[in-house]
């Protein structure tokens, strides 16, 4: 009988018929049949025609299973021969499940595609068509995918492609309705604003993140947070960024939130204090929404008063400060601080050193007043003791010159400041300085034997006496003697300066000229007669007249009252 053996080749897809075997005869040349049953004994295939010049026969078309093969000689003696043979097959068909494990986002390409294979004959190989095309390859996930739809095929060891599909879907972009709680603080510098988001819809559809932008008056950040509120916010511009795991972004309009300009409280000292009056004060306000009202402190117990932009009042002296609050019960910082002094007492100092008359019946008195206090710009004025106002020179304010002797009392204003000195008095000495005086003259011509004497009295203390040419010299003596020929002036001075100017002359005779009367010579006739004489004319010097001859010393003979000519006889030769 014929052998034969059989070498199968497995379905390439479980289920197919594409199973083969090969028959290879040995032993036998020539025709044969052979015929293909299954386990159940059923003829699958054949008999069909054979031959060994065709070795081995490849039997084709088969499904997996176990088969038996019957091989029959077509010629005599007919001989047949069994072997079994064995198709496999995969244990369970090809199959690819093709998941979206990361999703397209609103704002790149980063969806991907994982793709599970099972079944088969293994060794998978994985390709990406559709959106995007991905050739074979053991990879079986797909990266940076768009949206859009994509199948992706497997294919076994053995050449079986399975496949799947997958439609990768972009996000709708996320709308949110963002609304502030006011857009309008109610004070300068609140932070009770709150921000709140609501109907969010599209992205990933849950789990969104809340991020609040200050783009003004500075920038920051706050967030990302779970919760759609936003509080404690003050015044600038924000918005809102809605976010989710999709990378999508919503971010809202800008939304502003304004406050009222701040309350400036400003105080100025109106009017100022005088000695009747109280000072006065206006506090002002601006900002914030009037009107207002004021307290000296923050907690407004009391209210002092109200006002539409300003008011003025009176205030003792003290120092003060106010706090305004606006009809929104805002309060602003305190204003600046003004304080009211007490007013200096108007006091009055007088000087009265030169307060007195040298010289009596003079009106050289000076007093000085001067004041302090009060509210300056002084105005002085002289008065009696009744208060009767004294004309009286005034060339500095509070100065009074010329004054003569008397009681006398300084008033002054400081405008409604008043105040008057005590009564002083200005005295003079009790007799005028007067200085009699007697010249007398020298007694020849070319002698300096003039004199004065002068009597002075009255005025006060001691009275001095300088003569020219040195008048800046004084003397206690009253009596001036050898004085020449000539004109003097002589200061008459007491102990305050008083003084007299006296202006006198010290005369001289003219010189003694003594003339021989012509024709008076007699000569003496006989020596011894003593019957000589001579006669002279005296002028000049002063009358009467006395002579001498021959002898300066005498004796004189004094001639009559009017008498110039002499007649001297009896002389000798």
Excluded: R
């Amino acid at each position: 009988p014929p052998s034969f053996t059989t070498i199968p080749t497995g379905v390439t897809c479980f289920g197919d018929n594409s199973g083969t075997f090969d028959i290879n005869v040995s032993g036998y040349s020539g025709a044969y049949t052979y015929e293909v049953f299954n386990s159940l004994g059923t003829s699958v295939l054949g008999p069909v025609s054979a031959n060994t010049t065709t070795n081995p026969e490849t039997v084709t078309g088969m499904q997996a299973g176990s088969y038996s093969v019957v091989i029959t000689e077509t010629a005599s003696p007919f001989c047949n021969a069994t072997n079994s043979v064995i198709i496999s097959s995969p244990t369970e068909p090809l199959t690819v499940v093709a998941l979206e494990t990361s999703n397209v986002t609103c704002t790149d390409n980063l969806g991907t595609i994982t793709a599970i294979a099972s079944g088969g004959w293994g060794t998978y190989q994985f390709e990406l068509t559709g959106a995007a095309t991905v050739a074979y390859s053991s990879n079986g996930t797909f990266e940076n995918l768009s949206a859009g739809t994509y199948t992706v095929n497997v294919m076994d060891a053995g050449g079986c492609i399975a496949s799947d599909t997958v439609t990768l879907i972009a996000p709708t972009p996320i709308n949110a309705t963002v609304t502030p709680n006011t857009t309008l603080l109610s004070c300068f510098g609140d932070t009770n604003a709150t921000i709140t988001v609501t109907n969010v819809t599209g992205g990933q559809g849950s789990n969104y993140l809340y991020t609040l932008h200050m783009i003004s008056p500075t920038t920051s950040s706050s967030g990302p947070q779970s919760s759609p509120v936003f509080g404690g916010l003050g015044a600038g511009t924000y918005n809102v960024e809605v976010s989710d795991a999709f990378s999508c972004i919503f971010t809202s309009a800008d939304v502003t939130i304004n406050e009222p300009t701040q309350i400036q409280a400003s105080l100025v000292k109106e009017t100022s204090q005088t000695c009747l009056t109280q000072a006065t004060l206006t506090l002002s306000a601006s900002g914030g929404t009037g009107p207002y009202t004021y307290s000296d402190n923050i907690t407004f117990t009391p209210v002092l008063g109200s006002f539409t932009t300003s008011t003025t009042f009176s205030v003792p002296v003290g120092a003060y400060e106010y706090y305004v609050q606006d009809a929104n019960g805002c309060i602003s910082i305190v204003s600046n601080e003004i304080t009211i002094d007490p007013l200096p007492t108007l006091t009055l100092n007088l000087s009265l050193t030169n307060a007195t008359v040298n010289c009596a019946g003079d009106s050289t008195g000076v007093v000085v007043a001067t004041a302090q206090g009060g509210l300056g710009n002084y105005i002085y004025t002289l008065q009696d003791t009744l208060g009767n106002t004294i004309p009286a020179t005034q060339n500095s304010p509070g100065i009074f010159t010329e004054l003569p002797a008397g009681t006398y009392q300084v008033h002054v204003e400081s405008g409604d400041c008043l105040t008057t000195s005590a009564p002083f008095t200005i005295s003079e000495p009790s007799a005028p300085l007067i200085a009699p005086f007697t010249v007398t003259d020298v007694t020849c011509y070319g002698a300096n034997d003039g004199s004065v004497v002068i009597n002075a009295s009255g005025g006060t203390g001691l009275i001095m006496y300088a003569i020219s040419p040195q008048l800046n010299q004084f003397f206690e003596t009253n009596v001036f003697e050898d004085l020449a020929p000539g004109n003097y002036d002589v200061i008459v001075q007491d102990e305050l300066g008083c003084y007299l100017i006296i202006n006198f002359t010290i005369n001289e005779p003219s010189p003694i000229i003594i003339s021989i009367v012509p024709s008076s010579i007699i000569p003496e006739v006989c020596e011894g007669d003593m019957d000589g004489e001579f006669s002279i004319d005296i002028s000049g010097g002063t009358p009467p007249y006395s002579v001498s001859i021959d002898s300066y010393t005498g004796p004189y003979t004094s001639g009559a009252p009017g008498q110039t000519q002499f007649d001297f006889i009896g002389l000798g030769g």
